[in-house]
């Protein structure tokens, strides 16, 4: 028993030695540095997209309501979402510095972009029959936008909102620059000593959360839009 | 403004263009690395996303895929080719087969749409003509796509211009170097300055591609040349209902 038990060890502890890719020894024995990387990043990930939710709801009314900002509001989206991630922490670099503030600005940003459309081809989408049914019915304009419009560009609303989770999920990583990455810095600290399981677990990781967050959303939606319910598959 | 005239200042100090680690060759290495990668990631895409969407079949590998493209992060996927065997490591190849696997999925997704999604009745009264199936593809299908297809290959190309960015955290070359040895000698206006460079050609390249799309929509001249015409067969989708890639 002692005899194999020690076999084990050896076996596992050669996965490090050998500097395999796959290395459960190395997520048993690192696991408090790899968990670390990954509040971080679930963190920097959350606060970005609620951020860039928050702020793209009101842009959407505002280039609704006033259609010349629609066209500014479109292209300056689209300009920003071109700039390269790497170039978006540089530019923001000045402003706030070697700090997690970097990273989350620059992710709210790109999320914003991707919303802020989505709101716009939500509220598009809205029939306007359904517009005038509701006004005739007595809504004001506060529960006709949360008690209709809102509830019916909810799909295009959470498309976006997954797109955007999976995508920042993605550009965390990239936050390595400025020093706060999440798993990003995993990836880079094994890159530079060459600690293949390492790199590897990061990447996996970071892989397994876009598909969480992915499906979280998913359950969501469908929580939300009971009504829609056999139709979004 | 100290933070933009500091690196304004950086970009007109000839100094800083010439040289081994100059902004000329920077600018050389990022245009050859996206060139090569757009033209490897069309030449394998687009025959497969055609033929897909010919036959009608592989719609949700065609769609998924670039799904599948979006969750992966660029930094991961290089880093692991880097630490990877011969060919793979700290060479051109690695970066240069990294670029094209994340072009791949944008083409793939938007050419299939726009194949399919051209008006089954066209491809009928085509087939009606007596047109064969690759005549169908040549002369109905492909020309129709054209708008969505273009649009693929755009946000492949905006993509590469900024994933050929990340492969300079992995000791690659091109523009991302600027920035990277501008963070490693703790000089701000290098890092802006470079910022500056990334961000203007990503922002041209999609500005061309733009062009490029408008110039080659045959439906889109068509009218141009003889007006609007109601037997002119509407192409597919227009480029903004198409899918986005991510932004690495």
Sequence with gaps: ?233 | MGWFTGAIAWLLDPANWQGPNGVAVRLVEHLGLTAASLGLACAIALPVALWLGHVGRGGALAINVSNVGRAVPTFALLAIFTLGPPPLGRSTFSIVLALTLFAIPPIITNTYVGVRGVDREVVEAATGMGMSGSQVLRRVELPLAVPLLMNGVRIAAVQIVATATIAALVAGGGLGRIITSGFTRQDQDQVVAGALLVGLMALVVELAFEYLQRLLDPVRAGRDRSGPHPSVPRGPARPGAAVAAAQP
């Design chain 1, 1 to 233: 028993m002692i005899v194999a038990a020690a076999h084990a060890t050896t076996l596992a502890e050669d996965c490090l030695q050998r500097n395999a890719w796959i290395c459960p020894e190395y997520v048993r024995t690192r696991w408090p540095d790899i968990s670390a990387a990954l509040s971080e990043h679930v963190l920097i990930t959350v606060v970005s997209v609620t951020l860039g939710t928050l702020i793209a709801f009101p842009m959407a009314l505002l280039a609704r309501r006033l259609p010349r900002f629609r066209g500014p509001v479109v292209g300056v989206s689209t300009a920003l979402y071109t700039i390269p991630s790497l170039a978006m922490f540089s530019l923001l670099l000045p402003f706030t510095g070697l700090a997690v503030a970097t990273v989350v600005t620059g992710l709210t940003l790109y999320s914003l972009t991707i919303l802020v459309r989505n709101f716009l081809a939500g509220f598009d989408g809205v029939p306007e029959d359904v517009r005038e049914a509701a006004r005739g019915m007595g809504y004001g304009p506060g529960r006709l936008l949360f008690g209709v419009e809102l509830p019916l560009a909810l799909p295009s609303v959470f498309a976006g909102l997954r797109i955007a989770a999976v995508s920042t999920i993605a550009l965390t990583t990239i936050g390595v620059i400025v020093g706060f990455g999440g798993l990003g810095n995993l990836i880079s600290r094994g890159l530079n000593s060459f600690f293949k399981a390492e790199v590897f677990t990061a990447s996996v990781l970071c892989v397994f959360l876009a598909v969480v967050a992915d499906l979280v959303l998913l359950g969501a939606q469908r929580v939300a839009t009971p009504w829609r319910r056999g139709a979004n598959a």
